[in-house]
């Protein structure tokens, strides 16, 4: 008898462990400022999981709005352990809206994440650097993949928001080769034209 319920209870222990392990969805979306002009990182965060390597999976769409022309979809290239410096909870940073057929961002740190559905902090992130960028208006979509594993399922339909972007985060473009040979171009005729008057 006493056998049978240290079994029984083993075997709930282990349930219960193998159930918390597999429990990962993707519940956060932000971005930061890069070194770059014209660059951003962009961040999706999961909240658990199953080892001490998560791979990356998925990608990011970033289409322009409001008059922006940009579109660009990317797959996801770095992993890291903890929470990348630019992100700010509300700023930068946010939060998928609780409930599975939810649509919308939170500005919550997790909290509400961590109280109503016990997980949370966010443990993993993975991120993509998008260049090309001015200021203006961008739509980011988290895309998973087609069948995600448990650590980048996404948590809803709401992981996709339109952020703006304004010139203090991506600053000052680097300009194309097209524009340097107008500029000198024009440089040159006045130069000629100056001389010419002279």
Request: some cysteine; proline content about 6%; glycine content about 12%.
């Amino acid at each position: 008898m006493k056998k049978t319920i240290k079994q029984i209870i083993l075997a709930l222990v282990l349930s219960l462990t193998l159930t918390g392990a597999a429990m990962a969805h993707t519940i956060t979306l932000g971005f930061e400022a890069t070194a770059t002009p014209g660059s951003v990182d962009i961040w999706a965060g999961t909240y658990s999981g199953h080892s001490t390597y998560v791979p990356t999976e998925g990608s990011v769409n970033v289409v322009g709005v409001n008059g922006t022309i940009f579109n660009t979809t990317l797959a996801f290239t770095t992993p890291i352990l903890s929470k990348p410096t630019g992100l700010v909870d509300g700023v930068s940073n946010w939060y998928a809206v609780g409930g599975q057929n939810a649509t919308g961002f939170t500005a919550d740190d997790g909290t509400y994440w961590g109280n109503n559905f016990g997980c949370c902090p966010i443990v993993w992130w993975q991120g993509v650097t998008v260049s090309g960028l001015s200021a203006g208006d961008y739509q980011f979509t988290f895309v998973p993949d087609p069948s995600p594993t448990v650590n980048w399922s996404f948590w809803n339909d709401s992981l996709n928001g339109t952020f703006t972007l304004d010139q203090t985060i991506v600053g000052s473009p680097v300009p194309e080769p097209s524009t340097f040979i107008l500029l000198a171009s024009g440089l040159a005729g006045v130069a000629y034209f100056r001389r010419k008057n002279k």
